[in-house]
């Protein structure tokens, strides 16, 4: 089979378990599906191949109406999350088909994207590394500021893209080369070897690399 195939999950956290000689391996518990397919594209019609998935039902309410005569379209469910998934080559699935946690077996190398925790407003040392000003004589309540930021009179601005405090996380993270440990499909769970981005509960897309 061609394709890299992925599924959409909830991060619900971490834990540890025992390997056979005896370590103990941090994993994190992801909640894998289980995820219908909504749409399949291809090369053909589309200009690429893909698989359209979606995760967690969704109440009526909370549907906007193109959304639903989608669903309506493909006869699933209403549902909160849409992705698409990229493959090597056609699908081998057809609408309807449902994915669950044993698309993936356990010693699958994967790519986990998710969104990584929000920590506020930060100062310049923590969010890019400044080094700051040294801590002596001679400075007064500017240790940790970001010092300058300005220039001449031409251009007279400040360049885009220029290092200073702000709002830092609570953006799109891809983590590569995490490891599946285990895959228990009574629980529609599986265990990555490691952390992954974001929160708990957080939403999370494991495609295999």
């Not at 959409?8 to 599906?33: C, E, H, N, P, Y």
């Not at 999350?81 to 493959?87: F, G, Q, Y």
């Amino acid at each position: 089979m061609a394709e890299k195939m992925g599924i959409l999950g909830r991060k619900l956290g971490m834990t540890r378990i025992f390997a056979g000689d005896g370590s103990a391996v941090a994993v994190t518990v992801v909640q894998a599906g289980p995820c219908p397919v909504t749409q399949v594209k291809t090369a053909e019609n589309d200009g690429y191949d893909a698989l359209q998935i979606a995760f967690e039902e969704a109440k009526e309410k909370h549907v906007t109406k193109p959304m639903k005569g989608h669903f309506a379209k493909a006869g699933t469910a209403l549902y909160r999350k849409v992705r698409e998934i990229r493959l090597d080559g056609p699908a081998t699935y057809e609408v309807g088909a449902v994915l669950t946690a044993d698309v993936f077996a356990a010693g699958d190398k994967i790519k986990v994207t998710g969104t990584s925790l929000g920590k506020g407003y930060q100062g310049v040392m923590r969010r890019w590394n400044f080094k700051g000003s040294k801590d002596t004589h001679g400075c007064e309540k500017v240790h940790r500021s970001g010092g300058s930021i300005g220039n001449n009179t031409f251009p007279g601005h400040v360049f885009k893209g220029r290092k200073m405090a702000g709002h830092w996380g609570a953006e799109q993270v891809t983590v590569q080369g995490l490891e599946i440990v285990d895959v228990r499909t009574e629980d529609n769970v599986i265990l990555i070897r490691g952390s992954v981005p974001g929160p708990k509960n957080g939403l999370v897309l494991v495609r295999k690399q």
